[in-house]
């Protein structure tokens, strides 16, 4: 069916009536609302001034009947590269395994990572992402010296220049030892300077575990002193590995405690944890929690990259212990990560084909009942946005309309046809080409 069903009607006020909104992401009115089997409650939206106006449950009167289509609030994207994004046709990894995409984007980085390179790769992905229905990003930015020089300023340019349609927010991804030398002070300054969040792999290059979990150790307690210093948050790569030594989320953890920075560090992939014996999975988990830790996980590309091994077909699937976790009340958010670069070569900066994935790999059904919150509540909430992620009176009336009914019907199409609405209108959707970037190749 076209989208013709969604023909707004002119003026300020509008209402959708009989829309499914996973009630989740109802707030405080989602008890009284008796969601259905797939955690879907059936409400009336009223939205005037670019704004939610009212929700309340389904019920007659005029406006336009959606006849239980889904609405959602608009994506957020809690951790992307969209500095090393589209790299793809001029550095293929050439083994489809982390330390070959490692090498790769060192190589490409260091030979082409111009600010007119990094601009128009950059800004490509950002229209993918609002054309698919994204409000907010956060990305991790490769600050390898003298990277951070030129990446910045592009930044900072492309933040000013998209504000009101996606906000952004840069991690600066840093080599971790430095954080123990005077540069890593004066990068936290320049982080600080950009209203950014600090960043940086859990690992020591060409040193294994368990031997550099000292080192990671030390370099965690300079970078949390520089972060509580600098009133910064941090957000960080930790174990993407199947190695079961590598396991330096307990060790992040105890840094937050000692540091006193919980609720302020978010921990990325943790891919490791999957692999650990139950007893010491659970010891982290629980150190986890007490520290204010959050994950977010990247099913997609772990999933790509974890296990691979020439002629061999992968045993696991690459995430982490997102139901444990979530159980134990640690935040879980799903995100995009990485898109047509060498740690993963496919993506489009989709946060709904994010979410699908994220179900079928990891198992959030039976029930959905929380999940949904993953792409939208909780990765809002981690990056500090008041309103979003959410339908509520006075939330923006930025929303994605899918013509699906359930859950299933949700799921079992790529949703090509849906509608963002932005401040209540729709918006065009048309995606940008990929010949665009032909001239960077």
């Known amino acids: 069916m076209s989208k013709g069903y969604l023909d707004l009607p002119g003026g300020e006020r509008t209402v959708l009536r009989r829309a499914s909104v996973p009630a989740v992401l109802l707030g405080d009115l989602a008890a009284s609302l008796h969601p259905d089997r797939d955690g879907l409650a059936l409400v009336d939206l009223e939205l005037a001034g670019g704004r939610v106006a009212g929700v309340a449950a389904a019920g007659p009167g005029p406006g336009v009947d959606l006849d239980r289509a889904q609405v959602w609030p608009a994506f957020v994207d809690l951790h992307t590269h969209l500095d090393k994004g589209h790299i793809l046709p001029r550095a293929p ?25 990094v601009r128009r790769r950059f800004e490509f992905g950002l229209r ?5 229905g994204t409000c907010a990003i956060r990305t991790h930015l490769d600050c390898e010296p003298p990277q951070a020089a030129i990446t910045w300023p592009v930044f900072a340019e492309l933040r000013a220049a998209w504000a009101g349609r996606v906000e952004l927010q840069g991690v600066g991804k840093f080599p971790l030892e430095l954080y123990l030398t005077p540069e890593g002070g004066r990068f936290a300054e320049q982080v600080a300077a950009h209203g950014g969040v600090l960043g940086a792999v859990t690992v020591v290059p060409g040193v294994g575990w368990p031997a550099a979990l000292p080192r990671v150790e030390a370099a965690l307690d300079a970078l949390m002193a520089l972060a509580a210093r600098h009133a910064l948050e ?14 330096t989320l307990a060790l992040v953890a105890r840094a937050t405690l000692r540091h006193r920075m919980q609720g302020r560090v978010v921990c990325g992939h943790c891919c490791s944890l999957a692999v650990q014996p139950p007893e010491v999975a659970s010891e982290v988990i629980d150190l986890c929690a007490a520290a204010g830790l959050a994950v977010v996980t990247l099913p997609m590309i772990n999933q790509y990259l974890q296990a691979r091994g020439a002629g061999a077909t992968p045993r696991w699937r690459g995430v982490t212990l997102v139901h444990e976790l979530a159980r134990r009340g640690v935040p879980v958010a799903v995100a995009s990560d990485n898109c047509r670069d060498p740690f993963f070569a496919y993506g489009d900066h ?14 959030l059904d039976l029930p959905y009942g929380p999940w949904p919150a993953a792409a939208t509540a909780v990765p809002a909430r981690l990056m500090g946005l008041k309103g979003r992620g959410v339908i509520e009176a006075g939330s923006p009336a930025d929303l994605v309309i899918f013509r699906a009914r359930s859950m299933s019907e949700l799921l079992c199409r790529p949703q090509a046809d849906r509608v963002v609405l932005r401040a209540g209108r729709p918006i065009d959707t048309t995606l940008p080409d990929h010949r665009e970037l032909d001239l960077l190749f």
């Open 93 to 117: 990894n050439p083994d489809g395994t982390v330390y070959g995409a490692v090498r790769t984007v060192a190589a490409d980085r260091e030979r082409r990572w111009s600010a007119d390179d």
């Open 128 to 132: 993918a992402a609002y054309a698919h």
């Open 234 to 247: 941090v957000d960080l790569h930790v174990d993407e590995s199947g190695d079961p030594a590598a396991a």
């Open 350 to 363: 989709d946060m709904f084909e994010v979410f699908s994935q994220s179900v079928r790999i990891a198992h």
